[in-house]
C-alpha cells in the first residue's frame, strides 16, 4: 500500500448540491491527465450519487464524511458502510475532530464505525486523530495520539490487503490558516508508526496503513511537506474548494 501517496479533498458542508456538482466538473476537468498517486473527493451525503456519476471513468475516488456503525435498521438519519459502499464510495472518513467537537462522537464509536468499515470488502476507513491546543500545549500530544489509536483500532485484525488511513489532523491547525510545521508532522507521524507498529507489527502496518496529515494545508504551505518521512498524502479541507488550488495542492505532494 505505501507506493502510492493520496490526497483527500473534504468537503464538509461547505457547499450545496448545485455547487457541488460544479466543482466535481472543474476538478475533473482539472485532472484530466493526472495520473500520479490516488486522489478522493469526499462531498455531503446527498451529493454522492451525482458526484460518483461525474467521476465515473476518471482516476478520483469517492468517498463520504461519516458512516454509521450498524448494517441496517431504526438508526434514523444514519447511512451505513454498504449502503456506502452501493453509492459507489470506496473511503468514508471516521471520526472527524468536528464529529468528535459538535455531535460529541468519541473513539467508542468511531471503534464500531471502524470495524463496519472494514467488514465491507472495498472501503476504506480514514481515521482522524489529533491532538487539541491545550493538549499541546501542555505537552500531552504524544500521549493523546497513542490514546486515540488505541481506542480506535484496539482488537481489529488486519486481514489481507485490508487498508486503513489514520490522518493526523491536529484540532489547533483544521481551518485555522496555519498548518503545523513541517518538522512537527514529521515528529507526530513517527509517533503514530511507532503505536501502529507496536499494535499490529511492522509487516501490516507497511502493507496496510497510510499516515496522511491534514489542517490548513495550500498551495503555499504544501511546500515543506512534500519529503516528509511517514508522510503518505494528505487531507484537504479550505484549499480543495478551489479545482486550481486543490490540483496546485496535489501536485505539489504526488509525483
Ligand atoms: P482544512 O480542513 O484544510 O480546511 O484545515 C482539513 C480537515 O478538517 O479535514
Redesign the pocket.
Known sequence: MKSDKIV?A?W?MKLNLAQTVDLAKKIKTKFKNFNKGELAICPNFISLLEVGKILKDTNIALGAQDVFWEELGAYTGEISASMLVEAGCSYV?VG???RRQFLMENYEMIHKEIKAVLAQEDLTPIV?IGENWEERKTDRRDFVLFDQLQQALSGLNIVGDQKIII?Y?PIW?????T?IEPAEAEYAHKIIKLTLNDMFGMKTVDNNFKIIY?????SENVKGFTNLENMDGL??????LDANEFYKVASAILK
Open positions: 483527500i473534504n464538509k472518513i472527524h475532530s468536528e482522524c490522518a489532523e491547525a483544521i481551518g485555522s490558516g498548518a491534514g489542517g490548513s494545508i495550500n487531507l484537504v479541507g479550505g484549499a480543495s
